[in-house]
């Protein structure tokens, strides 16, 4: 069994950076494409970014593209959220996913059906 543990959340100014870090438990997150996705109370969870098992390919929403960037790092089995000029939506609790171990290689998903294992989510709070 996988487990996921997010970190790295807090508060900052728009236009600010945090650096969001997942690290897993319980099999290398290599054989998993992974994501990002965010949730605000009473919202349906949103999908941020994902990357494939290779790290290969990657995938954003369009409300983060080119302000945050999906990388993994095999040795320290971790996956990590780079997010820079923030604003105020993008405030939410951000949480990292596992997917499907049979997707191909390349895949990088952005649906939340894809993804098997969560973790407990990292608060984001974007001031303005």
Not at 35 to 63: L, M
Not at 100 to 126: E, R
Request: glycine share 12%; with cysteine; net charge positive.
């Amino acid at each position: 069994q996988v487990q996921l543990v997010e970190s790295g959340g807090g508060l900052v100014q728009a236009g600010g950076s945090l650096r969001l870090s997942c690290s897993a438990s319980g099999r290398p997150l290599s054989t998993s494409a992974m994501g990002w996705f965010r949730q605000c109370p009473g919202k349906d969870r949103e999908f941020v970014a994902a990357i494939s098992r290779s790290g290969g390919n990657t995938h954003y929403a369009d409300s983060v593209k080119g302000r945050f960037t999906i990388s993994r790092d095999g040795a320290k089995n971790t996956v990590y959220l780079q997010m820079n000029i923030l604003k105020p939506e993008d405030t939410a609790v951000y949480h990292c996913a596992a997917a499907h171990q049979g997707l191909k290689v390349l895949a990088a998903p952005t649906a939340v059906k894809s993804y098997d294992y969560w973790g407990q989510g990292t608060q984001v709070t974007v001031s303005s």
